[in-house]
């Protein structure tokens, strides 16, 4: 009985110093001067999806966090869905616009008289404007896998140069390889049958000056 009575306490005990349970999460009220706590709380909350925890680690990384002071997880939960909304549409309409491949690889070594300081990957790509409209500039990224889907590294890609409605061209980009990093070497072996490299754009900005994208307003 004792036992039992301790045991009792011992549990009443926990609830009080624990709150009764975590706090919603959703209820936390984001303050800059904390943001680090609060985000090791939003990590730890698995009702949340990856995309979302990754959203607030780079929100309490950015200078534009103060915009969302004094509002609750929740609150900026629901202007990341309409961001990330608004942003998927973009992609989709860019994709729909743009149609980007790599059609050729080459492995460079790291030559300095040639001006090359690390090794390098050299994409030839296929850029082709399959809509009615003139684009006057555009940037994204291609994502480069291997064959079983594991990304090894990421790529920025901006083209300034205008592409006409119904036109297609090339461009050849260069990347370095770091030769101690195992992804990028793997790469940098690898032909590009055994690679996937998808192309994800990010901002597009048409010759009458609409601009669509998450990063539009860094386009001139």
Request: proline share 2%; hydrophobic share 35%.
């Amino acid at each position: 009985m004792k036992n039992k009575k301790w045991l009792a306490a011992a549990l009443i005990a926990v609830m009080l110093t624990s709150g009764c349970g975590s706090k919603d999460t959703k209820s936390i009220v984001w303050h800059s001067s904390e943001s680090s706590k609060i985000v090791k709380q939003i990590q730890s909350d698995t009702s949340l999806t990856k995309d979302q925890q990754e959203f607030f680690q780079s929100l309490a990384k950015s200078r534009d966090q103060k915009a969302y002071e004094g509002k609750t997880v929740g609150e900026i939960l629901d202007v990341y869905a309409k961001w990330k909304a608004q942003v998927e549409k973009d992609r989709e309409q860019m994709n729909q616009t743009l149609q980007i491949s790599v059609v050729d690889k080459v492995s460079l070594d790291q030559n300095a008289s040639a001006g090359r300081m690390h090794p390098q990957i050299q994409f030839d790509i296929s850029i082709a404007n399959i809509s009615q409209n003139d684009i006057q500039t555009f940037k994204g990224r291609f994502v480069v896998s291997d064959a079983s889907g594991n990304e090894l590294f990421r790529a920025d890609y901006l083209d300034t140069m205008p592409v006409m409605a119904g036109v297609t061209r090339t461009d050849t980009i260069y990347t370095d390889i770091n030769d101690t990093n195992e992804k990028e070497v793997k790469a940098y072996d690898s032909p590009l049958s055994d690679l996937k490299v998808t192309w994800e754009p990010t901002a597009m900005k048409f010759m009458d000056g609409t601009r669509i994208g998450e990063d539009k307003n860094e386009l001139r």
